[in-house]
């Protein structure tokens, strides 16, 4: 299976501030990690070019726009967002945002124009930013961005689906009432975490109604627990669907470590939903496979391993959990951090699920259950027949 990686160094200038959250070190310590452990091996990264604003006007108003252009000498704007404490103004913020959804143009391009199954852009993932505003530590939103652009380039169904923490609020709020694009988010429950929206009663308007879809699950969820809700709902509705491309966000912002959320899996578990990415594109989307990034803030310890393993998965070049992290790797993340260093790609974690019977037998069944019946009918599906 051909698979391309989008990278360039230039893609760690989307620096919202030192001290953010969302900092770019974890794109260079992934890339590190995987280099250092053989992934990238013989691999030729491609190189974006920003995208031009006839592209990001796909999603965004020209006006805003003008407004990211002008925040770093004009100062806080509220209208926009710009200027809080989640988007805060930095020199060359255009130019940097625009990058990574170049990178999640050019991903998309090389499936589109036959030279790759597979692309995947781990700066990508920005998928709260909406039309007009900044919003969730997002300025544009790349992942509505590249979807639009497929549209507009031989693909007339595409499903995406979201595994980061939060609510894929932006890219559904992007595709409401358009039927080709089928969003599936998997989330940490609404009533417990910003932004507040990704009810399973949120399911599209006009004639897509039924194509945005929400599982929102409750905090604690561990990857057995998330594992199981994830194959009771999204496997049915692909096939139901029948996409040409599936579009992921891989936020690894579930880790049990992540410092803003509280979802409870393990890079095992990342490891799994990546793998299970994989099989979902191969059986229900031809192949086609476009990855990005997202969330995860546990920079050293989390999104390194997890992100590498999805960089490998995508790749077929899947990485033994058992594998020692690299010295050399080790060394230059001491020089950053105190905090304890992993030593493995794996914490040990079982990430083998019981299938759901159609029953709640455990906490997470009731929230698969509620979904299954939201938005399964709509697509002629039985909401309590496990094989539906």
Not at 133 to 146: K, L, T
Request: with cysteine.
């Amino acid at each position: 299976m051909r698979a391309t990686v989008v990278w360039d160094e230039a893609l760690l200038a989307y620096k919202l501030s030192n001290d953010h959250p969302l900092h770019p070190v974890r794109l260079d310590l992934t890339m590190r990690l995987a280099r250092s452990l053989g992934v990238l091996e013989g691999v030729e990264p491609l190189i974006p070019t920003p995208a031009p604003d006839e592209e990001l006007e796909r999603v965004h108003v020209a006006s805003y726009l003008d407004a990211v252009r002008l925040a770093p000498s004009h100062g806080d704007d509220p209208v926009h967002q710009l200027g809080t404490s989640d988007n805060p103004i930095f020199e060359g913020m255009h130019d940097a945002s625009a990058l990574v959804a170049g990178g999640s143009i050019a991903a998309a391009r090389e499936i589109a124009e036959g030279r790759t199954d597979r692309a995947v852009n781990l700066s990508g993932g920005l998928h709260h930013a909406m039309r007009d505003h900044a919003w969730g530590f997002c300025v544009y939103n790349d992942c509505a961005i590249a979807i639009s652009w497929l549209l507009d380039h031989g693909y007339s169904r595409i499903a995406y689906v979201d595994t980061d923490v939060h609510h894929g609020d932006g890219v559904q709020a992007a595709f409401l009432d358009d039927p080709r694009v089928m969003t599936i988010s998997v989330h940490q429950h609404p009533r417990t975490l910003w932004p507040g929206t990704g009810f399973p009663s949120e399911l599209g308007e006009g004639a897509a109604a039924g194509t945005a879809i929400n599982l929102p699950l409750p905090p604690g969820t561990r990857d057995q627990a998330w594992l199981r809700a994830f194959h009771a709902v999204v496997p049915g509705l692909l096939r139901a669907f029948e996409p040409q491309i599936l579009v992921t966000q891989c936020g690894a912002d579930t880790h049990h470590e992540d410092p803003l959320a509280e979802l409870s899996l393990t890079v095992d578990g990342h490891r799994a939903i990546y793998r299970a990415c994989r099989d979902l594109a191969t059986e229900y989307a031809g192949g086609k496979w476009l990855a990005l990034g997202g969330g995860g803030y546990n920079l050293f310890r989390g999104v390194p391993r997890s992100w590498t393993h999805l960089l490998a998965t995508v790749l077929d070049r899947d990485v033994d959990p058992d594998r020692t992290i690299p010295a050399e790797w080790m060394s230059h993340a001491a020089t950053l951090t105190n905090r304890p260093l992993p030593t493995t790609m794996t914490e040990e974690a079982p990430t083998d699920w019981t299938p759901w019977g159609g029953y709640t037998e455990i906490d997470v069944d009731r929230f698969v259950l509620e979904t299954r019946r939201a938005v399964f009918p709509l697509h002629g599906l039985e909401p309590q027949n496990v094989l539906d």
